[in-house]
């Protein structure tokens, strides 16, 4: 049967030769480009609006605001938004206007969407991910957002890197940034509020709360801005969209006007007071304007 070895068993390399490194397939290696087909993209649009918006819907009724700044919009733009929930990819494939939500690509963390072939094609196939690198802006990182956006595809890419680990934001790393910038295309800022009480972090099965998505006008970089003040920019604007929905439009922008917008971090404080300067529910913010009083105990 040593015939039968011989066409089975892969080839032999000669000693003395090198081997031809394998091309890594998985992480953030995966290609994606077949998920820009129309048998894809057809099959994403449909479970877009018969899976994911009636599930969002009944576990979180996303309140929308600002989507009428979207309205004149036309594509390729990157998406930009805060992080705190696995649930902000399904709330934001449903609730970003249609003209650009069904052409939209999801800069996913390869590690968590790409580990093997199979969840990775599940990702691409159904939430349009593509993957990048969280840790570190990579060069094949930039290169398949960038890829995506040539496309003529919309970017939707959390900054802050990972979810939040307590209800507060985190700084903006300059991917977005840098990739809107190489790519001359416009910054749309997002708010998410309330899907850290959907899914927490840590958990793996939703449960019901409301949850808010507040989209700001498109942004561009400005004369001599570089990736890194441009992503500090565009996390001023969502910390002025959080601002919006906690106090209404007129007092964000008084607030803008005389710089005392709130960070999205928050203070720098131990724990418990960062969670009580929250509010009530987790992942939410405090609505009452003015100083905070300590709770009595």
Not at 61 to 72: C, H, S
Not at 175 to 190: I, L, Q, R, Y
Request: proline share 9%; glycine share 10%; with cysteine.
């Amino acid at each position: 049967m040593g015939w039968l070895r011989f066409v089975l068993d892969p080839p032999s390399v000669p000693s003395g030769v090198d081997k031809k490194p394998k091309t890594p397939s998985t992480g953030v290696y995966y290609d994606t480009e077949w998920s820009r087909s129309l048998p894809a993209r057809l099959i994403r649009r449909a479970t877009t609006v018969a899976l994911m918006k009636p599930v969002i819907g009944f576990f979180g009724a996303p309140k929308v605001i600002g989507a009428d700044r979207l309205k004149d919009v036309e594509g390729p733009v990157v998406f930009a938004a805060n992080h705190h929930s696995h649930a902000d990819t399904t709330v934001l494939l449903t609730t970003i206007p249609s003209h650009l939500r069904h052409n939209l690509a999801i800069a996913a963390g390869a590690d968590y969407f790409f580990p093997n072939r199979l969840v990775g094609a599940a990702s691409a196939l159904f939430i349009g991910a593509i993957p990048i690198e969280r840790q570190r802006l990579s060069r094949l990182s930039v290169a398949n957002t960038m890829d995506a956006v040539a496309a003529g595809r919309n970017l939707l890419v959390f900054p802050e890197g990972g979810r939040s680990p307590d209800g507060w934001g985190a700084g903006h790393r300059p991917g977005a940034a840098f990739v809107a910038m190489k790519s001359d295309v416009p910054v749309v800022p997002v708010y998410i509020d309330g899907t850290g009480n959907i899914l927490p972090k840590g958990k793996n099965w939703p449960k019901r709360s409301r949850c808010a998505v507040v989209f700001g006008s498109p942004l561009s970089p400005i004369d001599d801005e570089d990736a890194r003040g441009f992503a500090t920019r565009i996390e001023s604007k969502v910390a002025e969209l959080a601002d919006e929905f906690a106090n209404g439009w007129w007092q964000a922008r008084r607030n803008a006007g005389s710089g005392s917008t709130p960070v999205l971090s928050g203070p720098e404080a131990g724990a418990w007071r960062r969670r009580w300067l929250l509010g009530p529910k987790p992942g939410g913010r405090r609505t009452t304007p003015g100083p905070k009083r300590w709770p009595r105990i």
